[in-house]
C-alpha cells in the first residue's frame, strides 16, 4: 500500500508508465484484495485519490516489485527497480538479483552468448514445479515453457508429503526445534524439492539445538541438492557452503579443519560469481579462508 501512495505521489506513477500490468489477468479474488487495498490508498490520499490510476499502479506493483533480502536470501522489504522490471522470467535463469541494502544488482551466472536475452526468476526456485506453476499464473499471467520445466511437469508429490512439510515448518514457526527433528521421516523417493525443504528445516533445527556436527552433515547434503535443483552458481550453494565451512571449523580437529578450508574455498569461488569479489559476504568468506588456512599453517 505505501509502495501505491508512493508512486501517485511522484509523478502521479508516470515513470511506471512503461511497466507491463496484470490487470487483465487478475481472477475474481485478486480483484476483491485490490478494491480492499484501494480503500486504505483512499484514506491515506484523501481529495487527491484518483480511483483509475491507483488501480493501474496497484495492479502494476502487483507484478513488478521485487522482494529486497538480506545476505540470508531473506525478504525484508519491497521496491520497484524500473529497469530490472524489463527483464524476462525463466525458471532456469542465467542471471540472479542480489541486494546491498536497497541497491539492486543483476549478475550473470552463467556464460551469455552475445544476443541471447538475459533471465532472472520470479519465483523461489526451491519449489516445486506445481508451486513455480500456480504463483506465475496468479500473479504474472502467464507459464513458463523452459527446459527445467518441461521436464519437472511430471512431478507431484503426495498430500501427505506436503501436509507434513507443513506441520514442520508451523513447529519451525514456534522453535519447537526438537519437534520439527522428531516429524523428520520423509520418504527416501520424494522429489529433490522436498528433499531440499525437508533438508533447510533440519539445518534449522540441528543449529537451533547446537548440533553442530549434525548440522554440517545436514549442509552438505544441501549442497549437494542444491546443486542438482538449481545449477553451478546459485547464491544459497555459496551461503551454505560458507556456513559448512564455519561448522566444520568448530569441530576443533585437523581433518575437519581442511574440510573448512575446502569447503570456504567453494564459497568463496561461488559467491565471487553470484555476489562478486567486492562484496561483503564474499569478503567475509575471504576472511574466515584466511583464517582457517593460517589455523591450518600454526597446527
Not at 119 to 128: F, T
Not at 171 to 190: F, I, M, N, Y
Not at 282 to 299: F, Q, V
Amino acid at each position: 500500500m505505501r509502495l501505491v501512495v508512493r508512486a501517485l505521489q511522484k509523478n502521479r506513477g508516470k515513470s511506471m508508465e512503461s511497466l507491463c500490468s496484470v490487470k487483465d489477468h487478475l481472477d475474481v479474488t485478486a480483484k476483491e484484495k485490490v478494491a480492499e487495498q484501494l480503500l486504505g490508498v483512499k484514506a491515506l490520499l484523501k481529495e487527491d485519490f484518483d480511483g483509475g490510476w491507483s488501480y493501474d499502479i496497484m495492479c502494476k506493483l502487483l507484478c513488478n516489485t521485487f522482494n529486497i533480502c538480506d545476505d540470508e536470501m531473506t525478504a525484508i522489504g519491497a521496491g520497484v527497480y524500473i529497469q530490472c522490471s524489463q527483464l524476462n522470467h525463466s525458471c532456469d535463469p542465467n542471471c540472479v538479483v542480489l541486494f546491498a541494502g536497497k541497491t539492486l544488482t543483476v549478475r550473470a551466472i552463467k556464460d551469455i552468448p552475445t544476443g541471447d536475452q538475459l533471465h532472472i526468476s520470479y519465483v523461489d526456485l526451491v519449489d516445486s514445479y506445481v508451486d513455480r506453476t500456480s504463483q506465475l499464473k496468479r500473479v504474472y499471467g502467464f507459464l513458463c515453457v523452459c527446459g527445467r520445466c518441461l521436464v519437472e511437469e511430471e512431478e507431484e508429490e503426495t498430500v501427505e508429503v506436503t501436509k507434513e512439510l507443513e506441520f514442520r515448518q508451523s513447529l519451525k514457526a514456534t522453535q519447537d526445534w526438537e519437534g520439527v527433528l522428531r516429524c523428520h521421516q520423509l520418504s527416501p523417493h520424494c522429489s529433490i524439492v522436498t528433499a531440499i525443504k525437508d533438508s533447510e528445516l533440519t539445518f534449522e533445527a540441528q543449529l537451533g539445538l547446537g548440533m553442530w556436527g549434525k548440522a554440517a552433515e545436514t549442509a552438505s547434503k544441501l549442497v549437494d541438492l542444491y546443486r542438482r535443483c538449481l545449477f553451478q552458481y546459485h547464491p544459497l550453494i555459496g551461503l551454505t557452503l560458507m556456513k559448512l565451512g564455519k561448522l566444520q571449523r568448530l569441530e576443533g580437529n585437523m581433518q575437519q579443519l581442511k574440510a573448512s578450508i575446502s569447503s570456504l574455498t567453494q564459497a568463496v569461488h561461488c559467491l565471487g560469481i553470484t555476489h562478486g569479489p567486492s562484496h561483503p559476504l564474499t569478503r567475509e568468506a575471504m576472511e574466515m579462508l584466511m583464517d582457517s588456512n593460517l589455523e591450518l599453517n600454526r597446527s
